[in-house]
Protein backbone atom coordinates (compact mmCIF):
# COMPACT_ATOMS: atom_id res chain seq x y z
CA UNK A 1 0.00 0.00 0.00
CA UNK A 2 1.51 3.36 -1.34
CA UNK A 3 2.26 6.47 1.13
CA UNK A 4 0.14 8.61 0.25
CA UNK A 5 -2.92 6.38 0.04
CA UNK A 6 -2.22 5.92 3.93
CA UNK A 7 -1.85 9.36 5.12
CA UNK A 8 -4.83 10.34 3.32
CA UNK A 9 -7.40 8.11 4.91
CA UNK A 10 -5.36 8.48 8.13
CA UNK A 11 -5.85 12.54 7.47
CA UNK A 12 -9.52 12.25 6.24
CA UNK A 13 -10.91 10.64 9.38
CA UNK A 14 -8.98 12.36 11.82
CA UNK A 15 -11.54 12.93 14.00
CA UNK A 16 -13.79 12.15 16.98
CA UNK A 17 -16.18 9.67 15.67
CA UNK A 18 -17.61 7.63 19.27
CA UNK A 19 -19.70 4.43 19.17
CA UNK A 20 -23.42 5.34 17.64
CA UNK A 21 -22.36 9.33 16.57
CA UNK A 22 -23.33 10.55 13.03
CA UNK A 23 -19.55 10.91 13.07
CA UNK A 24 -19.31 7.39 13.20
CA UNK A 25 -21.79 6.63 10.39
CA UNK A 26 -19.91 8.96 8.43
CA UNK A 27 -16.92 7.55 8.48
CA UNK A 28 -18.01 3.74 8.03
CA UNK A 29 -19.55 4.84 5.00
CA UNK A 30 -16.01 6.44 4.29
CA UNK A 31 -14.62 3.22 4.66
CA UNK A 32 -17.40 2.41 2.17
CA UNK A 33 -16.12 4.12 -0.33
CA UNK A 34 -12.60 3.47 -0.02
CA UNK A 35 -13.60 -0.24 -1.03
CA UNK A 36 -15.80 0.46 -3.92
CA UNK A 37 -13.03 2.53 -5.34
CA UNK A 38 -10.58 -1.00 -5.07
CA UNK A 39 -13.31 -2.24 -6.84
CA UNK A 40 -14.78 -4.24 -3.28
CA UNK A 41 -18.46 -4.15 -2.65
CA UNK A 42 -18.77 -3.53 1.34
CA UNK A 43 -21.79 -2.79 3.25
CA UNK A 44 -23.00 -1.02 6.61
CA UNK A 45 -24.16 -3.75 8.72
CA UNK A 46 -26.45 -1.70 11.88
CA UNK A 47 -27.09 -2.97 15.53
CA UNK A 48 -28.21 -1.34 18.77
CA UNK A 49 -26.43 0.32 20.93
CA UNK A 50 -27.30 2.51 24.05
CA UNK A 51 -27.42 6.40 23.77
CA UNK A 52 -27.54 9.15 26.14
CA UNK A 53 -28.20 13.12 25.81
CA UNK A 54 -26.93 14.85 28.76
CA UNK A 55 -28.85 17.80 30.17
CA UNK A 56 -27.24 18.93 33.80
CA UNK A 57 -24.19 16.93 34.78
CA UNK A 58 -23.25 18.80 37.95
CA UNK A 59 -20.50 17.95 40.63
CA UNK A 60 -20.13 20.54 44.08
CA UNK A 61 -17.82 19.39 47.02
CA UNK A 62 -17.91 20.88 50.34
CA UNK A 63 -20.48 23.71 48.21
CA UNK A 64 -17.76 24.08 45.60
CA UNK A 65 -18.21 23.18 41.91
CA UNK A 66 -15.57 20.82 40.20
CA UNK A 67 -15.86 20.61 36.21
CA UNK A 68 -17.77 17.06 35.54
CA UNK A 69 -19.12 14.66 33.10
CA UNK A 70 -22.08 12.70 34.04
CA UNK A 71 -21.93 9.18 33.38
CA UNK A 72 -23.87 8.48 29.89
CA UNK A 73 -27.01 5.88 30.67
CA UNK A 74 -26.31 5.88 34.76
CA UNK A 75 -29.45 7.13 35.54
CA UNK A 76 -30.92 10.85 36.34
CA UNK A 77 -31.25 12.71 40.22
CA UNK A 78 -29.67 13.87 42.92
CA UNK A 79 -27.86 12.75 45.15
CA UNK A 80 -25.95 14.63 48.23
CA UNK A 81 -24.08 12.43 50.93
CA UNK A 82 -20.42 12.53 52.86
CA UNK A 83 -17.70 11.60 50.26
CA UNK A 84 -15.38 8.63 50.12
CA UNK A 85 -12.15 8.02 48.20
CA UNK A 86 -11.63 4.32 47.79
CA UNK A 87 -8.20 3.40 47.28
CA UNK A 88 -8.09 -0.81 47.16
CA UNK A 89 -10.94 -2.58 47.38
CA UNK A 90 -9.87 -4.94 50.56
CA UNK A 91 -13.16 -5.81 52.98
CA UNK A 92 -11.93 -2.67 55.30
CA UNK A 93 -11.95 -0.21 52.48
CA UNK A 94 -15.16 -1.67 51.25
CA UNK A 95 -16.83 -1.17 55.02
CA UNK A 96 -16.62 2.50 54.40
CA UNK A 97 -18.86 3.17 51.55
CA UNK A 98 -21.64 2.63 52.95
CA UNK A 99 -23.89 5.91 52.46
CA UNK A 100 -21.45 7.43 50.72
CA UNK A 101 -19.95 9.11 46.98
CA UNK A 102 -17.40 7.32 46.18
CA UNK A 103 -14.32 9.05 44.25
CA UNK A 104 -12.09 6.02 42.76
CA UNK A 105 -8.99 5.63 40.47
CA UNK A 106 -9.18 4.98 37.11
CA UNK A 107 -12.98 4.16 35.79
CA UNK A 108 -15.70 2.51 36.19
CA UNK A 109 -15.06 -1.58 35.58
CA UNK A 110 -16.92 -4.10 36.16
CA UNK A 111 -15.92 -5.46 39.68
CA UNK A 112 -15.79 -2.45 41.12
CA UNK A 113 -19.01 -1.21 40.68
CA UNK A 114 -20.65 -4.84 41.57
CA UNK A 115 -18.46 -4.10 44.82
CA UNK A 116 -19.62 -0.58 45.36
CA UNK A 117 -23.18 -1.87 44.67
CA UNK A 118 -23.28 -4.84 47.29
CA UNK A 119 -21.86 -2.38 50.33
CA UNK A 120 -24.13 0.62 49.44
CA UNK A 121 -22.62 3.05 47.69
CA UNK A 122 -24.98 6.24 46.54
CA UNK A 123 -22.61 7.34 43.77
CA UNK A 124 -19.66 7.29 42.60
CA UNK A 125 -16.72 9.77 40.95
CA UNK A 126 -14.05 8.82 38.84
CA UNK A 127 -11.35 10.70 37.45
CA UNK A 128 -9.06 10.42 34.18
CA UNK A 129 -6.17 12.76 32.06
CA UNK A 130 -2.45 13.26 33.41
CA UNK A 131 -1.95 16.27 36.09
CA UNK A 132 1.02 16.90 34.40
CA UNK A 133 -0.58 17.87 31.01
CA UNK A 134 -1.62 21.26 30.09
CA UNK A 135 -5.22 20.04 29.30
CA UNK A 136 -8.20 19.56 31.83
CA UNK A 137 -10.38 17.24 29.66
CA UNK A 138 -12.54 15.49 30.88
CA UNK A 139 -13.71 12.28 29.09
CA UNK A 140 -17.12 11.22 28.41
CA UNK A 141 -17.38 8.17 30.28
CA UNK A 142 -20.72 5.87 30.30
CA UNK A 143 -21.67 2.84 32.76
CA UNK A 144 -22.22 -0.29 30.27
CA UNK A 145 -25.50 -2.30 30.45
CA UNK A 146 -23.30 -5.34 30.99
CA UNK A 147 -22.20 -3.56 33.96
CA UNK A 148 -24.60 -1.94 35.37
CA UNK A 149 -27.61 -4.91 34.64
CA UNK A 150 -30.27 -2.94 35.65
CA UNK A 151 -28.91 -1.13 38.76
CA UNK A 152 -27.89 1.95 38.73
CA UNK A 153 -26.31 4.59 40.55
CA UNK A 154 -25.41 8.39 39.47
CA UNK A 155 -21.84 8.57 38.05
CA UNK A 156 -19.45 11.50 37.08
CA UNK A 157 -16.34 11.76 35.45
CA UNK A 158 -13.32 14.22 36.23
CA UNK A 159 -9.91 15.49 35.52
CA UNK A 160 -7.28 14.28 37.37
CA UNK A 161 -6.26 17.54 38.65
CA UNK A 162 -9.52 18.16 40.31
CA UNK A 163 -9.30 14.82 41.99
CA UNK A 164 -6.06 15.41 43.52
CA UNK A 165 -7.15 18.99 44.88
CA UNK A 166 -9.97 16.91 46.02
CA UNK A 167 -8.17 14.70 48.41
CA UNK A 168 -6.08 16.90 49.12
CA UNK A 169 -8.36 19.82 50.68
CA UNK A 170 -9.84 16.98 52.38
CA UNK A 171 -13.74 17.07 50.82
CA UNK A 172 -16.25 16.40 53.17
CA UNK A 173 -19.35 16.65 51.45
CA UNK A 174 -20.75 15.76 47.84
CA UNK A 175 -23.17 16.42 45.56
CA UNK A 176 -24.03 15.28 42.38
CA UNK A 177 -26.87 15.91 39.44
CA UNK A 178 -27.59 13.98 36.37
CA UNK A 179 -29.94 14.41 34.28
CA UNK A 180 -30.42 12.51 30.96
CA UNK A 181 -32.08 10.72 28.51
CA UNK A 182 -31.50 7.49 27.82
CA UNK A 183 -32.36 6.19 24.30
CA UNK A 184 -31.46 3.05 21.84
CA UNK A 185 -29.42 4.14 18.75
CA UNK A 186 -27.47 2.40 15.73
CA UNK A 187 -23.68 1.33 15.48
CA UNK A 188 -22.28 -0.05 12.64
CA UNK A 189 -19.93 -2.57 11.21
CA UNK A 190 -18.34 -2.20 7.63
CA UNK A 191 -18.35 -5.89 6.29
CA UNK A 192 -17.15 -6.78 2.72
CA UNK A 193 -16.44 -10.00 1.44
CA UNK A 194 -13.61 -11.73 -1.09
CA UNK A 195 -14.87 -15.53 -2.17
CA UNK A 196 -12.21 -17.34 -2.53
CA UNK A 197 -12.01 -21.64 -3.74
CA UNK A 198 -13.05 -23.02 -0.56
CA UNK A 199 -16.14 -21.93 2.02
CA UNK A 200 -13.35 -21.64 5.33
CA UNK A 201 -13.13 -18.27 5.70
CA UNK A 202 -10.52 -15.83 7.73
CA UNK A 203 -12.21 -12.76 8.94
CA UNK A 204 -9.78 -9.70 9.37
CA UNK A 205 -11.27 -7.07 12.20
CA UNK A 206 -10.23 -3.31 13.21
CA UNK A 207 -12.14 -0.88 14.39
CA UNK A 208 -12.70 2.76 13.53
CA UNK A 209 -14.23 4.30 15.87
CA UNK A 210 -12.56 6.63 18.46
CA UNK A 211 -13.25 7.35 22.49
CA UNK A 212 -14.69 11.22 23.13
CA UNK A 213 -11.57 12.83 22.98
CA UNK A 214 -10.02 11.53 20.55
CA UNK A 215 -9.16 11.55 16.85
CA UNK A 216 -8.39 7.96 17.02
CA UNK A 217 -5.65 7.93 14.52
CA UNK A 218 -3.54 5.45 15.90
CA UNK A 219 -6.42 3.78 17.51
CA UNK A 220 -7.45 2.36 15.57
CA UNK A 221 -7.10 4.23 12.32
CA UNK A 222 -4.19 2.76 11.61
CA UNK A 223 -5.67 -1.00 11.92
CA UNK A 224 -8.25 0.06 9.58
CA UNK A 225 -5.83 1.15 7.13
CA UNK A 226 -4.02 -1.91 7.52
CA UNK A 227 -7.25 -3.61 6.94
CA UNK A 228 -7.54 -1.78 3.55
CA UNK A 229 -4.02 -2.34 2.82
CA UNK A 230 -5.00 -6.31 3.15
CA UNK A 231 -8.23 -5.99 0.63
CA UNK A 232 -6.67 -4.23 -1.98
CA UNK A 233 -4.00 -6.87 -2.48
CA UNK A 234 -6.91 -9.83 -1.75
CA UNK A 235 -8.76 -8.24 -4.23
CA UNK A 236 -6.66 -8.52 -6.95
CA UNK A 237 -5.10 -11.77 -6.21
CA UNK A 238 -7.76 -14.20 -5.41
CA UNK A 239 -7.70 -16.30 -1.65
CA UNK A 240 -7.86 -20.02 -1.76
CA UNK A 241 -9.82 -19.48 1.57
CA UNK A 242 -12.96 -16.79 1.70
CA UNK A 243 -11.42 -13.42 3.46
CA UNK A 244 -14.36 -11.77 5.38
CA UNK A 245 -13.15 -7.57 6.32
CA UNK A 246 -14.93 -6.29 9.11
CA UNK A 247 -14.48 -2.64 10.35
CA UNK A 248 -16.08 -2.40 13.16
CA UNK A 249 -18.12 0.11 15.00
CA UNK A 250 -18.33 0.74 19.08
CA UNK A 251 -14.90 -1.46 20.10
CA UNK A 252 -14.71 1.47 22.96
CA UNK A 253 -17.50 1.07 24.20
CA UNK A 254 -16.55 -2.56 25.34
CA UNK A 255 -16.21 -4.60 21.73
CA UNK A 256 -19.64 -4.14 20.82
CA UNK A 257 -19.63 -3.97 17.23
CA UNK A 258 -17.58 -7.68 17.07
CA UNK A 259 -19.94 -8.93 19.48
CA UNK A 260 -22.68 -7.61 17.53
CA UNK A 261 -20.91 -9.52 13.97
CA UNK A 262 -20.43 -12.81 16.25
CA UNK A 263 -23.96 -12.58 17.39
CA UNK A 264 -25.59 -11.50 13.73
CA UNK A 265 -23.26 -13.92 11.81
CA UNK A 266 -23.20 -17.04 15.09
CA UNK A 267 -23.91 -19.86 11.81
CA UNK A 268 -21.04 -18.67 9.79
CA UNK A 269 -18.65 -18.74 12.31
CA UNK A 270 -18.40 -22.54 11.88
CA UNK A 271 -16.68 -21.89 8.88
CA UNK A 272 -14.29 -19.36 10.21
CA UNK A 273 -10.91 -20.85 10.89
CA UNK A 274 -9.26 -17.28 12.05
CA UNK A 275 -9.99 -14.15 13.17
CA UNK A 276 -6.56 -11.35 12.57
CA UNK A 277 -6.86 -8.53 14.13
CA UNK A 278 -5.10 -5.11 14.13
CA UNK A 279 -5.47 -2.31 16.78
CA UNK A 280 -2.67 0.11 16.39
CA UNK A 281 0.32 0.14 13.69
CA UNK A 282 2.31 2.47 12.46
CA UNK A 283 3.12 4.52 15.20
CA UNK A 284 6.90 6.03 15.33
CA UNK A 285 7.58 4.35 18.52
CA UNK A 286 6.97 1.28 19.91
CA UNK A 287 7.88 -2.62 19.31
CA UNK A 288 5.33 -4.83 17.43
CA UNK A 289 3.82 -7.70 19.22
CA UNK A 290 1.70 -10.22 18.31
CA UNK A 291 -1.11 -11.94 20.64
CA UNK A 292 -2.60 -15.35 20.12
CA UNK A 293 -5.58 -16.36 21.47
CA UNK A 294 -5.61 -19.94 20.30
CA UNK A 295 -3.05 -23.18 20.46
CA UNK A 296 0.31 -21.95 21.55
CA UNK A 297 1.92 -23.46 18.52
CA UNK A 298 0.54 -20.35 16.32
CA UNK A 299 3.10 -18.37 18.84
CA UNK A 300 5.75 -20.03 17.91
CA UNK A 301 4.79 -20.19 14.31
CA UNK A 302 4.58 -16.36 13.88
CA UNK A 303 7.96 -15.70 15.82
CA UNK A 304 9.66 -18.02 13.00
CA UNK A 305 7.42 -16.74 9.89
CA UNK A 306 9.04 -13.39 11.25
CA UNK A 307 12.07 -14.39 11.72
CA UNK A 308 11.87 -16.03 8.09
CA UNK A 309 10.35 -12.54 6.68
CA UNK A 310 13.05 -10.37 8.81
CA UNK A 311 10.58 -8.31 11.01
CA UNK A 312 10.77 -7.98 15.29
CA UNK A 313 8.24 -8.81 17.22
CA UNK A 314 7.34 -10.06 20.70
CA UNK A 315 4.28 -12.74 20.61
CA UNK A 316 2.71 -14.68 23.29
CA UNK A 317 -0.54 -16.23 24.02
CA UNK A 318 -3.15 -14.12 25.70
CA UNK A 319 -6.41 -12.52 25.40
CA UNK A 320 -6.15 -9.07 23.65
CA UNK A 321 -8.65 -6.18 24.27
CA UNK A 322 -9.89 -6.01 21.05
CA UNK A 323 -12.36 -7.23 18.42
CA UNK A 324 -10.54 -10.35 18.26
CA UNK A 325 -11.83 -11.58 21.70
CA UNK A 326 -15.46 -12.50 20.72
CA UNK A 327 -14.50 -14.38 17.86
CA UNK A 328 -12.03 -16.11 20.22
CA UNK A 329 -14.90 -16.70 22.57
CA UNK A 330 -16.58 -18.15 19.85
CA UNK A 331 -13.92 -21.00 19.67
CA UNK A 332 -12.81 -19.38 16.59
CA UNK A 333 -8.67 -18.98 17.21
CA UNK A 334 -7.67 -15.55 16.97
CA UNK A 335 -4.25 -13.45 16.16
CA UNK A 336 -4.05 -10.13 17.28
CA UNK A 337 -1.06 -7.87 15.85
CA UNK A 338 -0.24 -4.39 17.18
CA UNK A 339 2.94 -1.94 17.36
CA UNK A 340 2.60 -0.72 20.86
CA UNK A 341 4.00 2.81 21.96
CA UNK A 342 5.02 3.55 25.48
CA UNK A 343 2.31 5.52 27.00
CA UNK A 344 4.60 8.79 26.93
CA UNK A 345 5.26 8.30 23.20
CA UNK A 346 1.80 7.90 21.74
CA UNK A 347 -1.18 8.01 24.56
CA UNK A 348 -4.27 7.02 23.65
CA UNK A 349 -7.84 8.24 24.52
CA UNK A 350 -7.00 11.71 24.46
CA UNK A 351 -6.64 14.50 22.43
CA UNK A 352 -2.80 13.38 21.81
CA UNK A 353 -3.86 10.69 19.58
CA UNK A 354 -3.05 12.55 16.26
CA UNK A 355 -0.98 12.23 13.33
CA UNK A 356 1.75 13.80 14.85
CA UNK A 357 2.73 10.12 16.57
CA UNK A 358 2.36 8.42 13.13
CA UNK A 359 5.27 7.56 10.77
CA UNK A 360 4.53 6.27 7.56
CA UNK A 361 7.44 3.87 6.73
CA UNK A 362 6.27 1.78 9.77
CA UNK A 363 2.93 1.78 8.48
CA UNK A 364 3.86 0.17 5.54
CA UNK A 365 6.28 -1.64 7.52
CA UNK A 366 3.38 -3.09 9.63
CA UNK A 367 1.24 -3.87 6.92
CA UNK A 368 3.33 -5.09 4.79
CA UNK A 369 4.31 -8.01 7.06
CA UNK A 370 0.70 -8.81 8.46
CA UNK A 371 -0.17 -9.07 4.22
CA UNK A 372 2.59 -11.55 4.16
CA UNK A 373 1.59 -13.36 7.30
CA UNK A 374 -2.02 -13.67 5.93
CA UNK A 375 -1.09 -14.67 2.32
CA UNK A 376 0.26 -17.74 3.88
CA UNK A 377 -3.08 -18.19 5.53
CA UNK A 378 -5.30 -17.64 3.29
CA UNK A 379 -3.22 -19.33 0.85
CA UNK A 380 -2.82 -22.54 2.64
CA UNK A 381 -3.86 -25.72 1.34
CA UNK A 382 -5.99 -26.00 5.27
CA UNK A 383 -5.56 -23.36 7.63
CA UNK A 384 -2.96 -24.51 10.10
CA UNK A 385 -4.04 -22.89 13.32
CA UNK A 386 -6.18 -25.81 15.21
CA UNK A 387 -9.90 -24.87 15.54
CA UNK A 388 -9.54 -25.54 19.35
CA UNK A 389 -9.67 -23.34 22.36
CA UNK A 390 -7.41 -24.50 24.74
CA UNK A 391 -8.44 -24.43 27.83
CA UNK A 392 -5.76 -21.77 29.84
CA UNK A 393 -7.30 -19.54 26.96
CA UNK A 394 -10.93 -20.66 28.22
CA UNK A 395 -9.92 -19.37 31.41
CA UNK A 396 -8.57 -16.24 30.07
CA UNK A 397 -11.85 -15.22 28.37
CA UNK A 398 -14.13 -15.95 31.31
CA UNK A 399 -11.72 -13.49 33.69
CA UNK A 400 -11.59 -10.74 30.37
CA UNK A 401 -15.16 -10.98 29.76
CA UNK A 402 -15.87 -11.06 33.31
CA UNK A 403 -17.72 -14.45 34.20
CA UNK A 404 -15.22 -15.22 36.49
CA UNK A 405 -13.42 -12.88 39.41
CA UNK A 406 -9.88 -13.14 39.57
CA UNK A 407 -8.05 -12.80 42.82
ZN1 LIG B 1 -8.16 0.22 19.88
Known sequence: M????????????????????????????????????????????????????????????????????????????????????????????????????????????????????????????????????????????????????????????????????????????????????????????????????????????????????????????????????????????QPRHTLKFVWCGSEERGLLGSKAYCAMHEEQLKDVVLCINLDMIGSIMGRFIACCTSEEALVHYVQYFAKEVGKGISANQDVYSSDSTPFADKGVPAISFARLAPGNTAPIHNRYDTLSVMKAEHMQEDIEFVLEFAKRMANSACCPVARKMPDNMKDKLDLYLCRKRGK
Open 2 to 237: NKEKIMKILRDTARVRTGGSQQELETAQYLQGVCKNMGLDAHLEAFEVDMATMHTASLHIDGKEVPCKGYFNCGSGEVEAPLCYLTSTDAYSLSQVKGKIVLIDGYMRHWMYQDLLEHGALAFISYDGNANFVDSDIDQRELRAQVHNGKKILGVSINAKDAIKIVKNDGQMAKIVVKQDEYKGNSHNVVAEIKGEIPQTIVFTAHYDSTSLSQGVYDNMSGSVGLVGIAEYFAKH
